[in-house]
């Protein structure tokens, strides 16, 4: 049995975040994966998903260009080999870097599949006898399970990565469909919807809640839904699946709303984007006297250490319930926090409402902190004051033209009882919410102020750059702190 200091199950980026920072503080890591370094996030989700959404983007500028700017341009064709190309190197650089930060580090990265045998023991074995026999390992310090998670699936539907996709084949099944049936209105599905109507296909996008975005404020989700629909992307929320029948062309569908009302749509693929299961099989959980939830969530004893009920074995990312979100991001940071455990330190938790959000569609959105929602149940209907701002308002806003908001949802330090902000009502930022162009590259702003308790008179005092999207968040704080200029 070999032995080394720390044991990380899962190469994704809560995987190989934890490995590389333990390295760095003089552990020795073994890092055992079965599939691919870089995980979903890098070879299905995040990393290929924004590149295609790159060239969407692209695409939408000709069509801008032409219809709102005059410039007589027009799209020939979309070279789907070129573009997938394009795409794969893109990944492959990522892919190449990580695994060399990996071997510089000095990470032993073992490939095949991992199971606990022990509190404090891991069995590595390879997917066949010509790569090598099972090998087992010890860990001084301490074990980390990183495996991830998959697409979920609804009873019935089988994914043939053709007809019926799952948001981890959609980017790689042949083609560009004319139409597409999108299921699920979270930050998955409506990406992959945007992407799909930029790149010319009739898109119809089922959200079960009441609005899309369901776990996001309210207005974002209100006002994402109506630059979709300005976009040509029909939208159904209250909607359910009743039926789907493949057949040699596509998928037969009908839709139900909450209002009883049908929509029969003949799609040539139809995706599904319901959400995502943790990843446990052959872990052997039991071994270590480890189980899940009933979700098959691995939930921590301990969310300061992301310590199990056994001592010495951690978790991160998408194996986590909630507060933990799903995000690559966010499992960045939870590597960091169990490598410098298992070192010895006492870094500070994960501070989940301080975690960026984003919805890289067109219009994007991006949130941080406390939807109005929750901080009015938090807090207190009279204890929250807020201040929402279009876009619009600002001269780049207008330049763009796509609408858009901010929203800045904060506690109240005033007696009164009206939720308009007059001057100096508001207190320490609880959250922040932006829906409009380039808005992803508008947040870390807003992640600063929320998770450093800021107040709007502390950001009112900062200027903002004319004319940029920007101006309209620093407009929203000048209002917040009494000093508003446009706005009242």
């Not at 010890?138 to 007809?163: C, E, K, M, Y």
């Not at 410098?340 to 975690?355: M, N």
Request: net charge negative; hydrophobic share 45%.
């Amino acid at each position: 049995m070999d032995e080394t200091d720390v044991i990380v199950i899962g190469g994704g980026t809560g995987g190989y975040s934890t490995a590389l920072r333990a390295a760095a503080l003089g552990l020795e890591v073994v890092l055992a994966e079965r599939d691919l370094i870089g995980g979903t996030c890098l070879h299905r989700g995040c990393i290929p998903s924004k590149a295609m959404l790159h060239a969407a983007e692209l695409v939408d500028g000709i069509a801008e260009a032409r219809e709102r700017w005059g410039v007589k341009a027009s799209l020939d064709a979309v070279d789907w080999s070129a573009l997938t190309a394009t795409r794969d190197d893109i990944v492959d650089r990522n892919h190449r870097g990580v695994a060399g930060a990996l071997a510089r580090a000095g990470v032993r990265v073992v490939r095949g599949t991992a199971a606990l045998t022990g509190p404090r023991s891991v069995r590595v074995t390879a997917a066949t006898a010509a790569q090598g026999a099972p090998v087992d390992w010890t860990a001084r310090r301490g074990i980390v399970v990183a495996t991830g998670s998959r697409p979920r699936t609804l009873p019935g539907l089988t994914p043939d990565g053709r007809h019926i996709v799952t948001s981890d084949d959609a980017l790689f099944a042949p083609g560009l469909p004319a139409s597409v049936l999108v299921l699920g209105g979270g930050a998955i599905g409506v990406e992959y919807a945007s992407l799909h109507r930029s790149m010319g296909a009739r898109v119809t996008l089922v959200e079960a809640a009441d609005r899309l975005l369901p776990l996001e404020d309210a207005d974002v989700g209100r006002h994402l839904t109506r630059g979709l629909k300005r976009r040509g992307i029909e939208v159904l929320t209250g909607a359910r699946l009743e039926t789907a029948e493949p057949h040699e062309a596509g998928v037969h569908a009908t839709v139900r709303t909450s209002r009883g009302e049908a929509h029969t749509l003949d799609v040539e693929r139809l995706l599904m984007a319901v959400g995502r299961a943790p990843v446990t099989d052959g872990l052997d959980l039991a071994a270590a006297g480890l189980t899940t939830d009933e979700r098959g969530f691995l939930a921590p004893a301990d969310w300061s250490r992301l310590e199990t009920a056994v001592p010495g074995i951690h978790i991160v990312g998408d194996l986590l319930p909630p507060p933990s979100l799903g995000l690559a991001h966010a499992s960045f940071a939870e590597g960091l926090l169990v490598a410098e455990t298992l070192a010895g330190r006492t870094p500070r938790p994960v501070d989940y409402d301080a975690v960026p959000r984003v919805t890289y569609s067109s219009p994007q959105t991006a949130s941080v902190g406390l939807s109005e929602t929750a901080a009015r149940a938090r807090a207190g209907d009279d204890a929250v004051v807020v201040n929402t701002m279009p876009l619009t308002a600002v001269a780049k806003g207008m330049v763009h033209g796509q609408g858009g908001m901010v929203k800045v949802v904060a506690e109240r330090i005033s007696a009164s009882g009206s939720t308009e902000p007059p001057a100096a009502t508001a207190g320490r930022i609880l959250g922040v919410h932006l829906v409009g162009p380039h808005v992803s590259e508008m947040i870390a702003e807003s992640q600063l102020i929320v998770g450093w308790d800021a107040e709007p008179a502390d950001v009112a005092q900062h200027i903002h750059p004319h004319p940029t999207l920007s101006e309209a968040v620093g407009e929203t704080y000048l209002t917040l702190a009494g000093r508003g200029l446009h706005q009242h």
